[in-house]
Nanobody, 113 residues
Framework: QVQLVESGGGTVQPGGSLTLSCVAS????????MAWFRQVPGKERELVAT???????KYADSVKGRFTISRDNAKNTVYLRMNSLKPDDTAVYYC???????WGQGTQVTVSS
């Protein structure tokens, strides 16, 4: 069982920045690939970014160059740094143990002037 707890969401103006954090309650965190997804009402959950066990990131085209995913294995934490935020980035963001079916509760990000 893996529990994931996200934090760091909020409301920001277009062009602003936020950093999301996700803490995993498992000793096997260093050997789990991690991911961030997002979802808006009425749409499917969208993969935003992944980070491998070795720290190699991958991004959706929609966020490439603006978002940075990283992990700190000593803290069992994965981060999502979001810069140059746009209104289209508004969503509930979920942390996931990639491919394992474990999800956090989600954190709301709203980009609005």
């Amino acid at each position: 069982q893996v529990q994931l707890v996200e934090s760091g969401g909020g409301t920001v103006q277009p062009g602003g920045s936020l950093t999301l954090s996700c803490v995993a309650s498992t000793s096997i965190f260093p050997i789990i690939a991690m991911a961030w997804f997002r979802q808006v009402p009425g749409k499917e959950r969208e993969l935003v970014a992944t980070v491998s066990t070795g720290g190699v990131p991958k991004y959706a085209d929609s966020v490439k160059g603006r978002f940075t995913i990283s992990r700190d294995n000593a803290k069992n934490t994965v981060y999502l740094r979001m810069n140059s935020l746009k209104p289209d980035d508004t969503a509930v963001y979920y942390c996931s143990a990639h491919g394992m079916g474990y999800w956090g509760q989600g954190t709301q990000v709203t980009v609005s002037s």
